[in-house]
């Protein structure tokens, strides 16, 4: 009754965006950087808000050239 899952994942998401900058940047722990693809693996948002995060650190050369389709829509 006082489990709220939702807030267990939300704490999940928190600590998954906190680390993704460190995780583009190859400076996460092998451990950390496999629970981070896994939560990304399920979570929409997360998988999503990393998608993002790649092509924005991947080079704004390369984003010129990325046609916009492709962009997840923001809902
Ligand atoms: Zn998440």
Redesign the pocket.
Known sequence: MTINPMAR?RA??RE??AQMSDYLDGDLAPEAVRRLER??SW?P???RMLRNLRRTVGGLQALRDVEPTDMPPVS
């Open positions: 994942h999940r998401c998954t965006r939560h990304t979570c948002n997360c998988g």
